[in-house]
């Protein structure tokens, strides 16, 4: 009996661990909450002007990109989520961030295509310069300017409330200042998901007519962090780079596969803001929800879920054997 | 305690849930916070860095500048490896922070706290004040090694194969937990080699 329990239980895990669901939430670092949105409906506005790409080609991956996070469907077609996303129009303002004293907080996609440690960028003695030891961040957002590192393409920058982990703005900043060559390139009939049918890799950056750092790639990846998405790593790496998760953080020259969702990211959207019900809070692990949805009740997000509750009944199933 | 509609949760609905996030938790591997970076192995950051060190977080502050929050931290050296000396203090800076309720997270950046250890390495960003090279990639945590007993180890919370830097082959898979010591004595011989 007690092998037969163990080894249905091994067969179930194993079932249900594939493919595995891994999509995970941010959360606090301290108080452990999840974050989310409470409206359905997130409005955004991308920042112009764009120095070396043409406005209206961004405008319309980055408005593709979000779009692709409406249009959300499982496996089945099934809309199992109904996040909405509002385009308010192109903006002249640059600031990234969050002031709660504010009333003009936007939610802003914002390429930086100057460094700001370069010369002329920051004029000499400018107060936000000179205070670098105490707000290191100001010359940014004033002469809308690059100032983190180097090496980081895009940033997504998220501002919540600590006890509720409800989020009440974000920003998407991209590292266009020339160290990686944006592009906003596709051929028609383009597959995301069929390497090379979007067109050729660039090679340089002064390459034309190919994909370099695509950037409705790099934007849909980002805005699954301004839904309060974290990285996965369970779905990355895989052997056909194509199928690799959205919310995986590899990218690369070239790359445009994380321009449509995988199925894991989409369950990832809908655990968050399931259709028709209230957003899910989550324990720390990030994937187990008690939702308040009409039909209320435990709901767990996926077969991790499911494999936990399969190995549980084991447990108990084995402990009642040993007592009889 | 009340759900977001008002309801109170079911106690045992609430329990089981947190023994199925238990084993969740200890069945999922290290998460990962970042954005989209380019991975920068030992060498590279030896190399971008000006100072490399084992350093005590000894202070952190959070400043604001209108809507952005800065965490400024104040950094002891405890073992030098490049540019620095024992003893010396170093203030360096991460974006975001915690200022009263409000949070702000940049996807990546290292979230540093008072009486960690941690590697870091550095470069100026202004006069007197450092960043991270390759933001949470160069403020790796110290943490006891579960392997041996009373040892050290580090850590790196990230994902440490992100972007490769040039097109092609991706960088090799960097381990989550490495001795300290014997990663120390690389960065020495990593950083001999640079002098």
């Keep these: 009996m007690k092998r037969a329990v163990l080894a249905l239980a091994l067969a179930l895990a194993g079932a249900l661990a594939t ?7 941010s959360q606090d670092a301290n108080t452990s909450v999840c974050l989310f949105w409470t409206s359905r409906d997130i409005h955004w506005r991308l920042s112009e002007p764009i120095d070396d790409l043409p406005f209206a080609d961004v405008e319309a991956a980055v408005k593709q990109s979000f779009q692709t996070w409406h249009d959300a ?54 107060p936000c310069e000179k205070d670098v030891f105490d707000h290191p961040f100001a010359c940014a957002n004033k002469y809308d300017c690059w100032s983190h590192d180097p090496s980081a393409v895009a940033l ?15 920003d998407v900043e991209v590292n266009d200042t020339g160290a990686y060559h944006f592009t906003t390139y596709s051929l028609p009939g383009c597959d995301p998901d069929q390497a090379g049918s979007c067109g050729r890799t660039c090679n340089s950056n002064t390459d034309t ?50 321009r449509t969702l995988a199925p894991d990211d989409v369950a990832g959207l809908c655990a968050i803001y399931p259709k028709g019900a209230p957003p899910t809070t989550c324990t720390p692990s ?13 709901s767990s997000s996926g077969p991790a879920g499911l494999l936990a509750l399969v190995l549980a009944l084991a447990v108990v199933t084995l402990r009642r054997e040993r007592r009889t | 305690m009340k759900d977001a509609a008002g309801k109170r949760p079911d106690y045992r609905c609430r329990a089981m849930s947190r023994a199925l996030a238990a084993f969740a938790l200890a069945s999922i ?8 970076l380019v991975a920068l192995d030992t060498q590279d950051l030896v190399a971008q860095a000006k100072v490399v060190a084992v350093v005590d977080v000894v202070a952190t502050r959070v400043a604001r500048s ?75 945590r110290v943490v006891p090694d579960r392997s041996a007993p009373g040892g050290f180890a580090v850590e790196r919370h990230f994902v440490s194969r992100l ?33």
């Design chain 1, 73 to 126: 469907t499982t496996p089945s077609g099934a809309h199992c989520s109904d996040m909405s996303f509002t385009y308010d129009g192109a903006t002249t303002r640059t600031d990234t961030g969050y002031d709660p004293n504010a009333t003009n907080n936007i939610n802003l996609v914002v390429f930086r295509t100057k460094n700001c440690d370069d010369p002329g960028v920051v004029p000499t003695g400018d």
């Design chain 1, 156 to 170: 997504t920058t998220t501002d919540y409330n600590v006890n509720t982990g409800v989020i009440v703005d974000a």
């Design chain 2, 66 to 140: 209108g809507g952005i929050l800065t965490t400024v931290a104040t950094l002891e050296v405890v073992r030098a490896v490049k540019g620095t000396a024992l003893g010396e203090r170093l203030v360096a800076f991460s974006p975001g922070g915690r200022q009263g309720e409000w949070v702000q997270l940049v996807d990546g950046a290292p979230r540093l706290q008072e009486g960690e250890t941690r590697v870091v390495f550095l470069e100026p960003a202004g006069p007197g004040v450092y960043r991270f090279v390759g933001l949470e990639q160069g403020a790796l």
């Design chain 1, 286 to 298: 990030g994937h187990i929800t008690i939702t308040s949805a009409p039909a209320g009740g435990c």
């Design chain 2, 163 to 195: 972007v490769p830097k040039h097109s092609g082959l991706p960088l090799p898979l960097l381990p989550s937990r490495e001795p300290l010591m014997p990663y120390l004595a690389k960065l020495d011989h990593l950083a001999g080699a640079r002098r």
């Design chain 2, 29 to 36: 591997a290290a998460v990962a916070q970042a954005t989209t």
């Design chain 1, 209 to 258: 007519d190919c994909i370099g750092w695509d950037v409705q790639n790099t934007v849909t990846h980002e805005i699954g962090h301004v839904l309060g998405l974290g990285h996965e790593q369970a779905l990355c790496f895989q052997q056909d780079p194509t199928q690799d998760a959205t919310m995986c953080p590899t990218a690369t020259n070239g790359d445009t596969d994380k």
């Design chain 1, 19 to 25: 493919p595995a669901r891994a999509y995970v939430r």
